[in-house]
């Protein structure tokens, strides 16, 4: 049975940013490997609904003035790493024609495609949220620490959601800067946890 208690947020694990040669490669990122398959594993089973998202950009995306081309729509670098993928996906893209599936139960996994930084700007997170309701604590774990964790964690907590982030399943691009984010985040209300400690609490 699917918990009621837990759901599992996944933050832009792709191959652009998980794996060395990535466009956007963080370092040490394919060292959480072995831990995104071990929280993805559950929603594969049954255990535990999934959300996830990912940055999937046109080829002359605004964002590529701040950052290097990455994740361009259609590549294989924008595609999520198969540790974090299950056998039922709904795949959401980022615009108008687009809806959510009527029944979220006849998924494992929603993955929100978004062309920003913050998830909440994409046009589907907030009603996906508001689906997904006040009860359960939400787990978030994923890449980068400072930038799109920090966003969906923010942006769950803003919206009166319970949330941890786990510990040993996140990745920085600077560690003062990742320090800092895990800093105000337990000050805005989340929680710090592990990896063993999240897969224990689904029983």
Known sequence: MVSRDYI????D?????MLPGGKLYVPGAEKLLPNI????????????FLVSHGCFHTPNDPEFKTFPPHCVKGT???EL??????????????????T??????QY????????????FESRHAEELVRRLGNDAEF????????????FAAKGLLERGRRVAVVQDAIETLKRDDGECTITELKRLGARLTTTDEALAALG
């Open 8 to 11: 599992f947020w996944e933050v």
């Open 100 to 105: 959510l599936p009527e029944d979220l139960s």
């Open 37 to 48: 398959r071990r929280l993805t594993d559950p929603a594969r089973l049954g255990k535990v």
């Open 108 to 119: 494992q996994q929603i993955l929100l495609e978004k062309q920003t930084l913050n998830v």
């Open 13 to 17: 694990v792709q191959r652009d940013f």
């Open 76 to 78: 294989p670098g924008a």
């Open 139 to 150: 787990v978030v774990f994923g890449v980068v620490t400072e930038f799109c964790v920090s």
């Open 81 to 98: 790493v198969p540790e974090a993928l299950t056998a039922k996906v709904a795949r959401v893209p980022n615009d108008a024609s687009a």
